[in-house]
Every structure is written in C-alpha cells, then in structure tokens.
Nanobody, 121 residues
C-alpha cells in the first residue's frame, strides 16, 4: 500500500560526502515527517535527521553541522546530504515516514529497506 524507496548509499572515504534520497509512494493522503535513522552492528537504531512537511528539522547530536536534510513535498521525497563523513557514520540507514494513507484516519510509521553507508579510512 505504501512504499519507501531509498537510494544513494555506498562506500566513501573519511571526509567525503554522500547524498541519500527517499521517495514515498502509494495510497498516501498526507506525510507528516520524513527522515533517516541508522543502525551500526551491535548498536541500537538512532536518529539521524527528520524534517516535517513545514520544514522543521531535527538532527542527532553526532551529525549536527555535517548533515543536512531537505524535502520536496510535491515529490514525496526527502534528501540527506552527508558531508565530512567519519568512520563512525558507517551503518545501515533506514528511511522513515510518518504518514496517513487514504483509507485510514490515523498516521503510522513506515520504513524503507535500508541503505548501507560505509566510510573507510
């Protein structure tokens, strides 16, 4: 009913940049927030960044000043520009959207399949 498709992960050297994107499709009535969470091996999933439909952003402490989230509401797409990447940014990045589908009156969280980001020295 709803799909989140992410792209843009890969392998990059420390200090480099990557850009992730995530597009929501399906029977969507409205999208509240979109963003990314990440999970490294043996670690809990943590917030990377989120953005509301009004453009209000929130970042995890470890990425503030290095990552920038943006959104194209018309395309139901969010973008995550990751600069000055560090070894500790290596993780699987999961796209998330809090949205309402056309057939149901409340919002729920939906997740993408995950995109691997690997930062090498």
């Amino acid at each position: 009913q709803v799909q989140l498709v992410g792209s843009g992960g890969g392998l990059v050297q420390a200090g480099g940049s990557l850009r992730l994107s995530c597009t929501a499709s399906g029977s969507i009535f409205s999208i509240n927030a979109m963003g990314w969470y990440r999970q490294a091996p043996g670690e809990q999933r943590e917030l990377v960044a989120t953005i509301t439909s009004g453009g209000v952003t929130k970042y995890g402490d470890s990425v503030k000043g290095r990552f920038t989230i943006s959104r194209d509401n018309a395309k139901n797409t969010a973008y995550l520009q990751m600069n000055s990447l560090k070894l500790e940014d290596t993780a699987v990045y999961y796209c998330n959207a809090n949205l309402r589908v056309t057939s149901f009156p409340t919002r729920n969280d939906y997740w993408g399949q995950g995109t691997q980001v690997t930062v090498s020295s």
